[in-house]
Nanobody, 122 residues
Framework: VQLQASGGGLVQAGGSLKLSCQASGDTLTTYNTGWFRQAPGQERKHVANIGWSGRTFYADSVKGRFTISRDNAKNTVYLQMNSLKPEDTAVYYC?????????????????WGQGTQVTVSS
């Protein structure tokens, strides 16, 4: 599967952005799909993921503010980000894996899209 992430940009604190991860080559309903982010000088960290069944998981830092969803018809996973904070600034990546066991561990994901920059100004 190939993944194409988009939707990043510059937004003020308190604002919203919606990221998209368009898949091709296979259907995302057979993958666990996640969003990760990496700030300068930091490790890549889990943000959210959605499993085959649609069950969702979130990092504590984004619970209640971010929502991950999947549109099967469009073969796309979204990350709706509300109440953005300057500490949300990072490059955001979407990723997918087949086993369903990777969870929050980026090393368990086999397929990665290119990153999209999210910058939140204070």
């Amino acid at each position: 599967v190939q993944l194409q992430a988009s939707g990043g940009g510059l937004v003020q604190a308190g604002g919203s952005l919606k990221l998209s991860c368009q898949a091709s080559g296979d259907t995302l309903t057979t993958y666990n799909t996640g969003w990760f982010r990496q700030a300068p000088g930091q490790e890549r960290k889990h943000v959210a993921n959605i499993g085959w069944s649609g069950r969702t998981f979130y990092a504590d830092s984004v619970k209640g503010r971010f929502t991950i969803s999947r549109d099967n018809a469009k073969n796309t996973v979204y990350l709706q980000m509300n109440s953005l904070k300057p500490e949300d600034t990072a490059v955001y990546y979407c990723a997918a894996e087949v086993s369903g066991s990777a969870g929050r561990n980026p090393d368990g994901y086999d397929y990665w899209g290119q990153g999209t920059q999210v910058t939140v100004s204070s």
